[in-house]
């Protein structure tokens, strides 16, 4: 059983930015699959970005792709998103999630993630 743990959300106005953070409560086994999704009041959960088996690639929402930049530290076990120029839209309760076995075509199904965090708030708003 992984934990995963996030952090470094808030409130922050249009234009500006946050760091998000989840940490693992161990090192996961390579290759694993680490991924944000999040989900709006009202909306299913949705795809965010994720970090296919171990850093083979990083693959983003056409929403978020060049705004958000993910990157990952196996060091630390941790996952960071990096969010600019953050629009109302953003707004959500944003989730870490891992899988050990995820292959590409599942990617954004959020179904298909064995492990979750308990989310983060972020709220874009004036």
């Known amino acids: 059983q992984v934990h995963l743990v996030e952090s470094g959300g808030g409130l922050v106005p249009p234009g500006g930015s946050l760091r998000l953070s989840c940490k693992a409560s161990?090192?996961?086994?390579?290759?694993?699959?680490m991924a944000w999704f999040r989900q709006a009041p009202g909306k299913e959960r949705e795809f965010v970005a994720a970090d296919f088996r171990s850093g083979q690639r990083t693959y983003y929402a056409d929403s978020v792709k060049g705004r958000f930049t993910m990157s990952r530290d196996r060091a630390e076990s941790a996952v960071y998103l990096q969010m600019n120029d953050l629009k109302p839209e953003d707004t959500a309760v944003y989730y870490c999630?891992?899988?050990?076995?995820?292959?590409?075509?599942?990617?954004?199904?959020?179904?298909?993630?064995?492990?979750w965090g308990r989310g983060a708030q972020v709220t874009v708003s004036s």
């Open positions: 161990e090192r996961p086994v390579h290759p694993t699959t």
């Open positions: 999630a891992a899988d050990r076995h995820l292959i590409l075509s599942s990617l954004r199904l959020s179904s298909q993630y064995d492990f």
